[in-house]
């Protein structure tokens, strides 16, 4: 959960804490914000996804081809007057004259569930791929990445971010961007410290959020 802090005198902001995308296109699952101990740089660490899933997904359609009159009935009482808010007696009629389309174009997973409840009811089914859905976050791996913006940040508008070199090491290791001290970047801001800009004002906490 990123917190925001900003200094008292001059009105210094910088960010810690981590939070994850809702829109994975671009390869990378959430950021990291980190703040420079030593001159008050906002940076980010930028997380690759490292699995992106298949291209795309198939669409299913499940067919009740047999069924024994009691799974008939497990059928058309859970499955048709549940999902398909039929009648009762719609649902036993649809039933009595198999094959049953259950589904006609469903993902895997439900697939997955029908089979395991009706399996064991010697319920004999067949699944056809009929179509498929793309995945959108389907892409290439990519790597984590360092942000930073280019001046410290005064004052509530953000400055836009610029992207760095990919990184491999720890953060204790990463330099900082501005002022290029190591191991001073943290995600773990200390509230009453100092402020590493102006050295006069302390930082206290405007707001925590969540995504
Ligand atoms: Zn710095
Ligand atoms: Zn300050």
Redesign the pocket.
């Known amino acids: 959960m990123p917190s925001e802090f900003k200094c008292s005198v001059c009105d210094l902001r910088l960010s810690g804490g981590r939070y994850h995308y809702h829109g994975l296109q671009d390869g990378y699952s959430g950021r990291t914000l980190l703040a420079?101990?030593?001159?008050?740089?906002q940076h980010a660490i930028e997380h690759a996804m490292q699995d992106r899933g298949p291209k795309s997904y198939p669409l299913l359609k499940v067919t009740v081809q047999s069924a024994s009159t009691e799974a008939k009935s497990i059928i058309a009482r859970r499955w048709l007057r549940k999902e398909r808010s039929m009648s009762y007696n719609e649902a036993l009629e649809a039933v009595r004259n198999l094959p049953l389309v259950l589904h006609d174009r469903a993902h895997l997973h439900v697939v997955e569930a029908v089979q395991k409840e009706l399996d064991p009811l010697g319920v004999q089914l067949t699944v056809e791929v009929v179509g498929e859905h793309s995945n959108t976050s389907y892409g290439p791996i990519q790597a984590d990445r360092l942000l930073f913006t280019p001046e410290r940040q005064f004052g509530e508008h953000q400055q836009a971010w610029t992207i760095g070199p990919n990184i491999t090491q720890d953060v204790g290791e990463i330099c900082?961007?501005?002022?290029?001290?190591a191991e001073?970047?943290t995600a773990e801001i200390e509230p009453e410290i100092p402020c590493?800009s102006c050295n006069q004002g302390r930082l206290s906490l405007v707001s925590e959020w969540i995504t």
């Open positions: 420079c101990r030593a001159c008050g740089g900082c961007a501005l002022c290029g001290s001073n970047l590493p």
